[in-house]
C-alpha cells in the first residue's frame, strides 16, 4: 500500500474545470451573458466619458467651497442657539471648533498657491473672526450676537458666492 | 466500507462535496475543515480515500504560492506548524453540508493551536462561564 | 405572544443593524450636495440587502452554514483566502471608523476631543462583547438605535417644500451642472454602505448563533425584508434632513457634527440629546456587529469553534481575533486620522470586495443538497442575478472613481 499524504492534484483540477465549484449549466450560461452585458458597458463607458469632465475648479475654487461651507455652518449654528431652548452650547461649540481648524487648513492651502489671492484671503480672514464671535455669542447664550452673527454670516457667504463659478 | 453506498450516496464528488467541508462533532461542535484527504493505492491500483485530513499544514499543500508562504507565516506566529490531524474515513458518521464525526474523532483531532489560545484566554476572568 | 415578541424585537434589531458610519457619513453628504437625488441607490442598495440577507438567512436556518462556510466551499481554499484577507481589511477599517464615530458622537456631547475618546470606546466595546449575552447587544442597541428617526420628525418639524424633495428623489440622473463621475463616485459609496458585507457576515453567523431553524425561515424573512427597508428610510430621512436644511445653503456635510444640526435647528437642546444618543447606540451596534464579522469571517474559513454560544475559552482563537481587530481600529483611530475618511475609504473597499463575497450566497441558494426544497425561486434569482450585476459594475468603477474624482471632491 502506497499512502500518497496530499491530494493537491486532485483538488486543484477540480476547481480548474468548473472554475467556481458546482455550479449548475444554467447558472453558468446566465453568468456568461451577464459578462457579455457587462463588457458592452465597460465598451461603452469610456466613450462617455470623455464628455464627462470631471470638472472640480481651480484650485481657488475649491478653497473658496470650503470656506463657504464653513460660513454657512456658522450660519446653522446661530440658528440652533437661536432656538428655545438653544442647542446644546458644548456641541456647537465643537462644530464651530472644527469649522475654525477647516479654515485654517484653508488658509495654508491658499498661501501655497501661486499668484495673488488677497481678496479671497480677506474673506477667509473675515470667516475665522466670524467663527470666533459665533462661538463667544452660543456660549453666552447671547441672542443679540448670535442674530448679529447669523446676518455676518449671511454677507460673508454672498461674498464668497460671488468669487466662484462652483457656488 | 461499502463504496456502492456511503452516507446516503452512490457518488461523491471530492472537489465539490467533501473538501473545504466544514467538520463538526456531535452537539454541532467544530473540528475544523476537511483540508485535504489521505489517499491509498489498493493491491488493485485504484486509489481509495482513506482518511481526513485536518489542519493548516495539509491546506498548505494544497494551494500555490504566495498563499502557501502566507499560510506558513500564520502558522509560525501561532506556535506552528502542527503537522494534519488525521480522521480515519470509518469514524464519519454522516456527510451532509457538513461532514459529521464521532466525538472520540473529534477530540484526537483538535488544533493544537488552539490549545495554545486556550491556555492564554483562560486566564481573563469570565472565559468558563456558559456559553450564551 | 413570545413569538411575536421576539419577531418585533428581531425587526428592530434590524432596523438599528442596517445603519452605520457609512450611512450616516454618505448620506448627510448626498443630501447636502444632491438633495434626494441619489435616493434610487439607497432603494437599489436595501432591495440587494434584503435579497442576499434572505438567501443567506434560509441558507443558515435550513443548512447551518453561515456565509464564510460558503465563501470557503465554493470558490475554494485559495481565492478564499483572497477574499479573506480584503474583507478583513475592508471590514477593520469599517470597525475603525465606527470607532472613531462613537469618540465623535462622545466629542460633540462633552466637548473633549475625540482621540482622547478612543481607547476608552475600544476597551468598553470588548468588555461588552466578552461579557454581554449576544441577543442582549442586539435586542438593546437596536431598540435604542431607532431615536435616529428624529431626523425624519425634524423634516416634517422644518416644514420643507415637499413637491421640490419630490422631485429630487424622482431623478436618477445627475443635476444639471453636476459632474457626471463625481455623481456616480458618491452613487457608489451610497450603495456600498447599504450592502456593507459584514452585514450577511454577521446576519448568518447570528443566525447560528440564535440556533435558527427551518421553523424559523418565516421570521427570519420577515425580520430581513420589512428591518432592512425600515433602516433604509432612516437612512434617507438623514439624506432629507440635510436637503432641506444644508442644499439650499449650498454647503456641504462633511463631518458629524454638521450632519446633527438640522435636527438642532428643529429641537433645540432636546433633538440633540436625542440624535447623539441614536447616533451612539447604532454606532456602538455597527462596531459590535463589524468586530465579530472579523471573528466570524477567519474562524469560518479555518474552521475553527466560534461564537458567544460557546464558553469563551472553548472558542480562544475566535475571541483573539475579536479582540485583536479592535486593537488594531483603535490603533488606526489613535493615530488622528478623520474618521469620515476612514469610511469614505472602507465604503471604496467594501464595494471591490462585493462580489467574491455575495456570489458563493447566490450560487448555495440554488443548491439542492444544501437547501433542498428551499432553494430560490424564480423572483429570488431574478433579484439576485440583477443586483450581482450591479455589485461587478460598482466593484469595477469604485477605484477608478475614486482616484478620478479626488474622492468626491
Known amino acids: ?167 | 466500507m461499502n463504496w456502492i453506498e456511503w452516507h446516503g450516496r452512490d457518488r461523491i464528488d471530492l472537489g465539490t462535496q467533501l473538501l473545504d467541508r466544514q467538520i463538526t462533532a456531535p452537539e454541532a461542535e467544530p473540528v475544523g475543515k476537511v483540508d485535504d484527504v489521505e489517499l491509498t493505492r489498493r493491491p488493485d491500483g485504484a486509489l481509495e480515500v482513506t482518511a481526513l485530513l485536518v489542519g493548516t499544514s495539509a491546506l498548505c499543500e494544497r494551494v500555490p504560492q504566495p498563499t502557501r508562504w502566507l499560510l506558513r507565516l500564520g502558522m509560525r506566529l501561532t506556535g506552528g506548524p502542527d503537522s494534519p490531524r488525521r480522521i480515519d474515513l470509518d469514524d464519519v458518521v454522516d456527510v451532509k453540508s457538513d461532514v459529521e464525526v464521532t466525538a472520540e474523532a473529534g477530540e484526537a483531532a483538535a488544533s493544537p493551536t488552539e490549545r495554545r489560545f486556550r491556555a492564554f484566554v483562560e486566564r481573563i476572568p469570565g472565559a468558563g462561564r456558559a456559553g450564551s | 405572544m413570545k413569538k411575536y415578541l421576539g419577531l418585533s424585537l428581531g425587526i428592530l434589531a434590524a432596523v438599528g443593524g442596517f445603519l452605520d458610519m457609512g450611512d450616516i457619513v454618505t448620506n448627510a453628504a448626498i443630501g447636502a450636495r444632491y438633495g434626494l437625488g441619489l435616493a434610487w441607490v439607497v432603494l437599489l442598495g436595501v432591495i440587494g440587502i434584503c435579497a442576499y440577507a434572505e438567501m443567506s438567512g434560509r441558507i443558515v436556518a435550513v443548512a447551518g452554514r453561515p456565509v464564510y462556510d460558503l465563501v470557503r466551499e465554493r470558490l475554494g481554499p485559495r481565492a478564499a483566502l483572497l477574499n479573506l484577507i480584503a474583507s478583513l481589511l475592508v471590514t477593520i477599517l469599517t470597525l475603525a471608523a465606527q470607532i472613531g464615530g462613537v469618540a465623535v458622537v462622545i466629542e460633540l456631547a462633552s466637548g473633549v476631543p475625540h482621540v482622547v475618546w478612543v481607547a476608552p470606546v475600544a476597551i468598553g466595546l470588548w468588555i461588552v462583547m466578552w461579557r454581554v449575552k449576544f441577543e442582549k447587544i442586539e435586542q438593546v442597541l437596536g431598540l435604542a438605535g431607532l431615536a435616529v428617526a428624529v431626523f425624519a420628525v425634524s423634516i416634517w418639524w422644518l416644514d420643507p417644500d415637499w413637491s421640490a424633495l419630490a422631485g429630487q428623489a424622482a431623478g436618477i440622473t445627475p443635476p444639471a451642472g453636476e459632474p457626471v463621475p463625481t455623481y456616480f463616485y458618491y452613487a457608489i459609496t451610497l450603495f456600498a454602505a447599504a450592502m456593507t458585507p459584514y452585514e450577511v457576515f454577521f446576519l448568518s453567523s447570528g443566525g447560528v448563533e440564535e440556533r435558527w431553524s427551518a421553523k424559523d425561515l418565516r421570521m427570519q424573512r420577515a425580520t430581513a425584508l420589512i428591518g432592512f427597508p425600515v433602516g433604509g428610510l432612516l437612512a434617507l430621512s438623514i439624506a432629507a434632513a440635510a436637503a432641506v436644511v444644508m442644499l439650499p445653503l449650498g454647503m456641504d456635510a462633511q463631518s458629524l457634527g454638521q450632519v446633527v444640526l438640522p435636527v438642532g435647528l428643529a429641537f433645540g437642546m432636546a433633538g440633540m440629546i436625542v440624535v447623539l444618543f441614536g447616533f451612539f447606540a447604532v454606532l456602538v451596534g455597527a462596531a459590535f456587529e463589524t468586530a465579530m464579522s472579523c471573528g466570524y469571517m477567519l474562524s469560518q474559513y479555518f474552521g475553527w469553534p466560534w461564537g458567544k454560544r460557546l464558553p469563551p475559552k472553548r472558542a480562544a482563537r475566535f475571541h483573539a481575533v475579536v479582540a485583536g481587530s479592535v486593537l488594531i481600529a483603535l490603533l488606526i483611530v489613535q493615530t488622528g486620522v478623520d474618521p469620515v475618511m476612514v469610511t469614505e475609504v472602507a465604503l471604496v473597499g467594501a464595494a471591490v470586495a462585493l462580489p467574491l463575497t455575495y456570489l458563493p450566497v447566490l450560487i448555495v441558494a440554488n443548491d439542492r443538497q444544501y437547501l433542498g426544497d428551499h432553494v430560490n425561486g424564480r423572483f429570488s434569482n431574478a433579484v439576485g442575478l440583477v443586483m450581482m450585476v450591479v455589485v461587478l459594475v460598482a466593484a469595477i468603477a469604485a477605484i477608478p472613481l475614486m482616484i478620478t474624482t479626488g474622492m468626491g471632491a
Open chain 1, 1 to 167: 500500500m502506497v499512502e500518497f499524504p496530499s491530494t493537491g492534484y486532485a483538488a486543484s483540477t477540480a476547481v480548474g474545470r468548473t472554475g467556481v465549484r458546482g455550479m449548475g449549466a444554467q447558472a453558468r450560461a446566465m453568468i456568461r451573458r451577464f459578462a457579455a452585458a457587462l463588457a458592452a458597458v465597460l465598451a461603452l463607458s469610456p466613450a462617455a466619458c470623455s464628455s464627462w469632465a470631471a470638472s472640480t475648479g481651480t484650485a481657488e475654487d475649491r478653497i473658496t467651497a470650503t470656506a463657504h461651507t464653513q460660513v454657512q455652518t456658522a450660519l446653522l449654528v446661530a440658528e440652533a442657539g437661536l432656538e428655545d431652548p438653544p442647542a446644546p452650547a458644548v456641541t456647537l461649540t465643537v462644530v464651530l471648533d472644527e469649522a475654525r481648524s477647516e479654515l485654517v487648513t484653508a488658509r495654508e492651502d491658499l498661501a501655497r498657491l501661486p499668484g495673488d489671492h488677497g481678496g479671497l484671503m480677506t474673506l477667509l480672514v473675515e470667516a475665522t473672526t466670524l467663527i470666533g464671535l459665533t462661538q463667544s455669542a452660543v456660549e453666552d447664550g447671547d441672542r443679540f450676537a448670535l442674530r448679529s452673527a447669523k446676518r455676518s454670516a449671511e454677507e460673508l457667504a454672498t461674498a464668497l458666492e460671488g468669487r466662484s463659478e462652483l457656488l
